[in-house]
């Protein structure tokens, strides 16, 4: 069964810092492109970055380039999700999300339930 | 970047009836569009992609046609288990916007 579990969200004050995980299972990890998907409360889905299979390629969404950094460990099966300067507005519920293919562009077919991020004083 | 906008944001109707949603993209995205269905407190879900495919394991009474600047999302007939919101996503030039969203009820 393909499982993506999120974990490292939490409660965490603006220009703090915070680290998310993402374990994978259930295929072949090192195969799929993997992208990190929120949603702020009340609001829509939010694409936030993306990495292809052999970290290669890799992109940010506008609103955290030069703030979040993606990586992934193939031989572990996990995605990460490196969160500086946070903001008010990055509080989310964050989703860890599978590609259809090992470069980036293509569909999300498996996502994760989610860990909540919230940057509060 | 490119803009998606959904019509309408909500729609209520019967079971049985037929749900139809359309996605415009700001520009061009050929047929690079996907659709998912996110029920509160649930992973989102793949329904089709590439604009017209279905995913594996996805019900029939979903469809989706289009390409260039506008998409359309087909339920052919709505059943309570589709009590959800649907989203368009483009993935043109790496941007992978997300639509608004349309919240369908019963």
């Known amino acids: 069964e393909v499982q993506l579990v999120e974990s490292g969200g939490g409660l965490v004050q603006p220009g703090r810092s915070l680290r998310l995980s993402c374990a994978a299972s259930?295929?072949?990890?090192?195969?799929?492109?993997m992208h990190w998907v929120r949603q702020a409360p009340g609001t829509g889905l939010e694409w936030v970055s993306g990495i292809n299979w052999n970290s290669g390629s890799i992109d940010y969404a506008d609103s955290v380039k030069g703030r979040f950094t993606i990586s992934r460990d193939n031989a572990k099966n996990s995605l990460f999700l490196q969160m500086n300067s946070l903001r008010a507005e990055d509080t989310a519920l964050y989703y860890c999300?599978?590609?259809?293919?090992?470069?980036?562009?293509?569909?999300?077919?498996?996502w994760g339930q989610g860990t909540m991020v919230t940057v509060s004083s | 970047d490119i803009q998606m906008t959904q019509s309408p944001s909500s729609l209520s109707a019967s079971v049985g009836d037929r749900v139809t949603i359309t996605c415009q993209a700001s520009?061009?995205?050929?047929?690079?569009l996907n659709w998912y269905q996110h029920k509160p407190g649930k992973a989102p879900k793949l329904l089709i992609y590439?604009?017209?495919n279905l995913q594996t394991g996805v019900p029939s009474r979903f469809s989706g046609s289009g390409s260039g600047t506008d998409f359309t999302f087909t339920i052919s007939s709505l059943q309570p288990e589709d009590i959800a919101t649907y989203y368009c996503q483009e993935y043109d030039n790496l941007s992978f916007t997300f639509g608004p969203g349309t919240k369908v009820d019963i």
């Open positions: 259930g295929f072949t990890f090192d195969d799929y492109a």
């Open positions: 999300a599978k590609a259809t293919r090992g470069y980036l562009e293509g569909a999300f077919d498996m």
């Open positions: 520009q061009d995205i050929k047929n690079y």
């Open positions: 590439d604009a017209s």
